[in-house]
């Protein structure tokens, strides 16, 4: 099932913070963040496993809540670079294991100097 | 290391007729899915495979198909095509060394008309 996503669309001024939620009707082991630019391949972000820290790459950085089966994705002093659009996924489980990702419908992050 | 390369970059095809798609894995990568985006879903998993198997399908019509070769290349075949099935389709590789993390090539834009 899709995680769910919000907001749809964020505006920030460079150097303003931005808050991206995700969160599952389902049970999360894991969260995955990737972000991408208008006509590019989406590019991998980071992981949060269940019971794991949170982690950070520059200066944006996630949580995950394994009881409320969501995480979020903060964006500090934005930069013009972090403009894209930001999905969550979620593992994809069969009887072997995790195979590939349903993601959220995205958000729109606009950065404006 | 080259990254992920799908063929074609664009393609255009009219009702009804079938489409083939390829990706070729970055070297090494014996791990092939494949996503449908779209902006009103945005990306939809179509299916995944491990040394020539699929191990999982996300929820599209039988149309879709794929298949994986010895060197973990993959193709996907779209049959009897149908408007809605204009998409950019994005296949990801990924490796057991690095967890569940996804590289995507650029994608096959698919015009039906």
């Known amino acids: ?29 894991s969260v995955h ?12 972000l ?23 089966q969501q995480s979020s994705l903060y964006l500090t002093a934005s930069q013009l670079s972090y403009s894209g659009t930001y999905f969550c996924g979620t593992p994809v489980y069969s009887g072997g294991g995790a195979d590939g990702l349903t993601f959220g419908k995205g958000t729109h992050l606009i950065i404006q100097p | 290391k080259a ?12 009702r009804g007729q079938q489409v083939t798609l390829s990706c070729s894995p970055i070297s090494g990568h014996r791990s092939v899915s494949w996503y449908q ?15 020539e198997t699929q191990r999982n399908k996300g929820n599209f019509p039988g149309r879709f198909s794929g298949r994986q070769f010895s060197n973990s290349r993959s193709e996907m075949n779209v049959s009897t095509l149908e408007l809605g099935d204009s998409a950019l389709y994005l296949c990801a590789s990924s490796s057991e060394g690095e967890g569940e993390k996804l590289f995507f090539g650029s994608g096959t834009q698919l015009s039906v008309l």
Not at chain 1, 5 to 15: C, D, F, K
Not at chain 1, 46 to 66: R, T, V
Not at chain 2, 44 to 51: D, I, N, P, T, V
Request: with cysteine.
């Open chain 2, 37 to 51: 985006q779209t902006p009103g879903q945005g990306l939809q998993f179509l299916f995944e495979y491990f040394s």
């Open chain 1, 33 to 44: 963040w990737y972000r991408q630019k208008h006509g590019e391949a989406p590019v991998f």
């Open chain 1, 1 to 29: 099932q899709q995680p769910v996503q919000s907001p749809q669309a964020v505006i920030l001024r460079e150097g303003e913070d931005a808050v991206i939620n995700c969160s599952s009707s389902k049970a999360l082991y």
């Open chain 2, 3 to 14: 990254g992920v390369t799908q063929t074609p970059r664009y393609l255009i095809k009219t």
């Open chain 1, 46 to 68: 980071m992981i949060l496993l269940k019971g794991g820290e949170q982690k950070g790459h520059d200066k944006i950085s996630a949580s995950f809540n394994e009881k409320k």
